[in-house]
């Protein structure tokens, strides 16, 4: 009786364990065009924020004009890195930049994000590229149709985020909310 119990609660543990698995979603990866050119995903903006900023740089001096920045990671990349603390090829991170806005009623004071300036795309792909992660500028406000990106050259953004990303080209320092979430390393 004992051991019938016992090979109950194992099969049920299967089927539990087999069932939220099948629950999971499939992961969402990157698409390219026949010009190997990065498809930018219809549904960027419902993604997960990883972090904000505001006028944050990484080129000498002040920015003239800082700019508000959101950055979004792709749903199942983020509950893969949540389990993992890993960025699992095919994670694609997205970067809203914003102009700043202030003086709009009935605001007395502060300012706010305003018109989208530019779109920008990390994208690890070790298939498709031999460095891993590609680094994409998807331009002024992207119109339907004309959304996609070749790769920015290694010098552009590659050779500092190798350098300089808290986490596997991540630049996870600046980003308050996708850092909490990461699994706690020894």
Known sequence: MKRAIVAASLILVAVVATRAQSLSPAPVMPKYNAQRALVLPADYRQWILAGSSLGLSYAEGAPAHPTFHETLIEPTAYQHFVRTGQFRDGTMLALIVHDPQEAAAPSKHGQYAAAVQAVEMAVKDSGRLPEG??????????????????????????????????????????????????????
């Open 133 to 186: 992660w590609g680094y994409y500028g998807f331009g002024q406000s992207p119109q339907p149709g004309a959304a996609t990106a070749m790769p920015n050259p290694k010098a552009s953004c590659y050779s500092c985020h190798v350098t300089n990303a808290a986490r596997d080209n991540v630049f996870l320092q600046f980003y308050s909310l996708l850092s909490a979430a990461a699994p706690r390393t020894n």
